[in-house]
């Protein structure tokens, strides 16, 4: 129902900056709330941030508060992450995820579709 596509991975700096984008195909994609995951080598896939379906609210994992910020434009069928203030820690696979779901969840479960990923690298 719903396909998810990232980009925007790359190798960055300590302190440097990233967008990642998201495109999704299907019918209803304003109806669905979004995330965004990640998951290094050797760790459980952990959430980073969400997106309620109009974007009007946001939630964020604890360690990228106040340095990423989500965003969407349900007219382009897209979906964002903005990472500035990169750290070494922030090296990962970034996962778009989307939920049937018009608020969003931190948890991984509760997502319906996923995209491939996308490696983030930050070097120190």
């Known amino acids: 129902q719903v396909q998810l596509v990232e980009s925007g991975g790359g190798l960055v700096q300590t302190g440097g900056s990233l967008r990642l984008s998201c495109a999704a195909s299907?019918?209803?994609?304003?109806?669905?709330?979004m995330g965004w995951f990640r998951q290094a080598p050797g760790k459980e896939r952990e959430f980073v941030a969400a997106i309620s379906w109009n974007g009007g609210l946001t939630v964020y994992a604890d360690s990228v508060k106040g340095r990423f910020i989500i965003s969407r434009d349900n007219a382009k069928k897209m979906v964002y992450l903005q990472m500035n203030s990169l750290k070494p820690e922030d090296t990962a696979v970034y996962f778009c995820?989307?939920?049937?779901?018009?608020?969003?969840?931190?948890?991984?479960?509760?997502?319906?579709?996923w995209g491939q990923g996308t490696q983030v690298t930050v070097s120190s």
């Open positions: 995820a989307a939920e049937q779901s018009t608020i969003g969840t931190m948890r991984r479960n509760d997502y319906d579709y």
């Open positions: 299907g019918r209803t994609f304003s109806m669905y709330a």
